[in-house]
């Protein structure tokens, strides 16, 4: 089973930054897309940000021109830089590595970390 082990968060006031590193401990590339997710009370998980195996990257256009996703593919770890924070960016930040099927697109595997905190607070 491959685990991935998120760090970074913590408290930070508005418009400060925070990066959080989601370390695999496996190669990355078993995975199609490396995702960021985050969850915040009462909310429904949300995808914020993913970059795919061949370098594409995605973000909710809430985080967009803010947060910025990242590799380093020889560290097996994946980055969220998030700058400009806001206190609405206050949630469990969750790091997740999927494989799909090219033909089909269906999910054949699937890994999640444990979650960090990020509070975004004065």
């Known amino acids: 089973q491959v685990q991935l082990v998120e760090s970074g968060g913590g408290l930070v006031q508005p418009g400060g930054s925070l990066r959080l590193s989601c370390t695999s401990s496996g190669s990355i590339f078993i995975f199609n897309a490396m995702n960021w997710h985050r969850q915040a009370p009462g909310k429904q998980r949300e995808l914020v940000a993913a970059?795919?195996?061949?370098?594409?990257?995605k973000y909710a256009d809430s985080v967009k021109g803010r947060f910025t996703i990242s590799r380093d593919n020889a560290k097996n770890t994946v980055y969220l830089q998030m700058d400009s924070l806001k206190a609405d960016d206050t949630a469990v930040y969750y790091c997740n590595g999927v494989r799909t099927d090219v033909a089909t697109i269906k999910v054949l595997y699937e890994s999640w970390g444990q979650g960090t905190q990020v509070t975004v607070s004065s």
């Open positions: 970059i795919t195996s061949g370098g594409s990257t």
